[in-house]
């Protein structure tokens, strides 16, 4: 069962809030221990004063049929030299598929068409998103408005204040937090909420007392310190979750929808002067 080392600690990452203290314990040595020189059950049973049957059990919620299997994957992959550029590639796309498929498991459909059905029977449609999430927020915008759609991107924090005391029952929200801790965006749809307006939260936080704040939360997939983006983009598991939202609302009315996307096409296309 060989992974790249990266794809390993990512594995233990996912299934950290899940451990016992004393798993998390020996995840924490694994996440941390840059050079490990002794890979032995004993050793490192010994230096975390934990009983090996312990470290058998991590290994086995790692997705291993034992701690042996664990180590001699690990060991490979720290044997690896990451200047070699097929390592390199490998690591980035492998992460990438890593992703995509957990993505794939967290998608509700009955929740998807509700969802595309609330954008229909919406007159104006607001996109939240800060930093890194104002960027998808910005290309989310631009791809709606191609399907004749009143809507706009909210990426300021003032603003987005302003823009949620001033909705109502005719608006929906779409709010971007991968962390779910952006205080300035929390706030706002909470106002928004109060003041009628329809809150969808794409965020990859468990955290359900979110829920307080939006009518729906779309998880969306992201390790632990995924956000912090050293490998792969940070805005990847958003991008994936809009798609498949944007492909359910196209299917809701698909002559009428593309009808649309074709004349925004064509009028983008159009470079003659306009007048005379």
Do not use: W
Not at 120 to 130: A, E, F, N, Q, T
């Amino acid at each position: 069962m060989f992974q790249p080392q990266n794809i390993i600690l990512k594995e233990i990452e996912d299934i950290y809030d899940n451990l016992t203290p004393v798993e998390k314990n020996i995840a924490d040595y694994f996440l941390k221990t840059k050079n490990i020189s002794d890979f032995s059950a004993k050793t490192i049973a010994d230096s975390l004063y934990v009983s090996e049957a312990s470290l058998t059990r991590f290994a086995k919620k790692c997705g291993y049929k034992g701690f042996r299997e664990f180590i001699y994957s690990l060991k490979i992959s720290t044997s690896a030299s990451a200047d070699n550029v097929n390592e390199i590639v490998q690591r980035v796309t492998t992460s990438y598929k890593h992703i995509l498929d957990k993505n794939l498991q967290l998608i509700n459909e009955t929740q998807m068409e509700t969802l595309a059905f609330s954008i229909s029977k919406s007159k104006r449609i607001l996109i939240y998103g800060i930093g890194i999430s104002g960027i998808v927020a910005q290309e989310f915008k631009l791809r709606l408005m191609r399907l004749g759609l009143l809507v706009d991107a909210v990426t300021d924090a003032h603003l987005m204040k302003i823009s949620s005391a001033l909705v109502d029952e005719n608006h929906l929200i779409i709010a971007l937090s991968i962390s779910g801790k952006t205080k300035e965006l929390l706030n706002g749809i909470k106002i928004a909420k109060e003041h009628g307006a329809y809150v969808v939260l794409l965020t990859a936080s468990k955290d359900y007392s979110l829920l307080s704040c939006c009518d729906e939360i779309i998880p969306v997939a992201a390790p632990k310190n995924f956000t912090t983006g050293t490998l792969i983009s940070p805005q990847f598991p958003l991008l994936i979750m809009l798609d498949i939202f944007y492909s359910y609302y196209l299917q809701t009315d698909y002559a009428t929808r593309f009808s649309i996307y074709s004349e925004t096409l064509s009028a983008l296309n159009n470079d003659e002067p306009s007048g005379k």
